[in-house]
């Protein structure tokens, strides 16, 4: 999955409008929508934003990782 279709299937997973990003990012609004369109991509400090607001790695926001959660599981 690509960075636009991880923070789609997060809001909506978590039923967070782009609104509610916003707010809780510090992130403009127009800059979340041109995202979800495909038009630009976040800096680095903006995906570190949204991936600390859903509780997730920067990885698994870029489409590097399938694990979501921040805390990787280890080796017993």
Do not use: H
């Amino acid at each position: 999955m690509s960075f636009v279709e991880r923070l789609i299937f997060l809001m909506e997973a978590n039923s967070v409008s782009g609104y509610q990003l916003s707010k809780g990012t510090g992130i403009a609004t127009s800059c979340i929508s041109t995202w979800k369109n495909g038009k630009t991509v976040p800096s680095v400090k903006r995906m570190a934003s949204i991936a600390n607001f859903f509780d997730v790695s920067i990885d698994y926001l870029a489409g590097y990782d399938d694990i979501p959660n921040r805390k990787k599981a280890t080796a017993v």
